[in-house]
């Protein structure tokens, strides 16, 4: 039989809404932001930001990339904090963002943000998870490889940012 927290893990496991997108990474990078917020994030690609591929602004989650191309992005709403497991990811950024509109734009940081995909979700604080996959497998050129990024989403308190697991060059 299995305890109470492994069959609440399980649960968390099985998202509430789940959407994936091809996004246009110009700039290497795509952002996650609350539809009221301006989501410059000028200001927050330091080089620490860079290196980790996250960038953090009021209401705006900047992830990046390693290709300048399209790529897969996947995210998943769930109630709670999915199962640590994160063995087939190359890197894992945990973050805050804030929700008040109740709405999510994600889009590339040059796509026209009117026509950007939005997700409805609850107002209010949110945990991020962000996973980075298959980060070396560009081509020689950078313009072709598997990397794909995924952000599961959930209701909990404002946290401060996270590396989870560093990606090894």
Not at 22 to 30: I, S, T, V
Not at 129 to 150: E, F, K
Request: aromatic letters at 10%; charged letters at 25%.
């Amino acid at each position: 039989m299995l305890n109470p927290a492994t069959l609440k893990q399980r649960a968390a496991a099985h998202p509430k809404m789940k959407f994936h997108y091809q996004l246009f990474a110009d700039y290497h990078q795509f952002y996650l932001q609350d539809e009221s917020v301006s989501g410059d994030l000028s200001d927050s690609w330091t080089p620490e930001a860079t290196e980790r591929l996250l960038a953090l602004a009021d209401g705006t989650i900047g992830v990046g990339t390693v290709r300048n191309m399209t790529v897969p992005v996947t995210v998943k709403v769930l109630d709670s904090a999915p199962p640590d497991e994160w063995a087939e990811w190359d890197q894992v950024n945990q973050c805050s963002i804030h929700v008040p509109s109740g709405r999510l734009v994600i889009a590339g940081c040059t796509e026209y943000f009117p026509a950007a995909a939005r997700i409805d979700v609850s107002a209010g604080w949110y945990r991020a998870r962000i996973y980075y996959g298959a980060l070396d497998t560009l081509s020689a050129d950078g313009l072709d490889g598997d990397d794909h990024y995924a952000i599961a989403l959930w209701p909990d308190k404002e946290l401060e940012f996270r590396v989870l697991k560093q990606r090894r060059v």
